[in-house]
């Protein structure tokens, strides 16, 4: 399973940015999907989560009201809209997918076990 992340940048606050979570080699659809970021000198959090089938979501509550995850089937991928970005959501963000492997870095949030994740993409949001 390979996941790749794109979209990220700088951006003024108040400004927006859409991240992509691309697969490569399986179906985005029979995995629950998560983002997550990490900031400097910070652990890896959760930030969104949409079940396997789109019907559940979930959002930390910094980023409620403000992000938007959603699933483009025709194209494979999983997408993260950001409106009103504060200084604070600058991070590094992931997507990972529900697929524990033994031995590899796993993350337990909303009850399920990410265990591969894609490289990331660097979110800025300064003046």
């Known amino acids: 399973l390979q996941l790749v992340e794109s979209g990220g940048g700088l951006v003024q606050p108040g400004g927006s940015l859409r991240l992509s979570c691309a697969a490569s080699g399986f179906n985005m659809d029979i995995y629950d999907i998560g983002w997550f970021r990490q900031a400097p000198g910070k652990g890896r959090e959760g930030v969104s989560y949409i079940s396997a089938d789109g019907g559940t979501t979930f959002y930390a509550d910094s980023v409620k009201g403000r992000f938007t995850i959603s699933r483009d089937s025709a194209e494979n991928m999983v997408h993260l809209e950001m409106n009103s970005l504060k200084p604070e959501d600058t991070a590094i963000y992931y997507c990972?997918?529900?697929?524990?492997?033994?031995?590899?870095?796993?993350?337990?949030?909303?009850?399920?076990?990410?265990?591969?994740w894609g490289p990331g993409t660097q979110v800025t949001v300064s003046t």
């Open positions: 990972a997918t529900d697929d524990y492997t033994p031995g590899a870095f796993t993350l337990v949030e909303w009850g399920r076990a990410f265990g591969t």
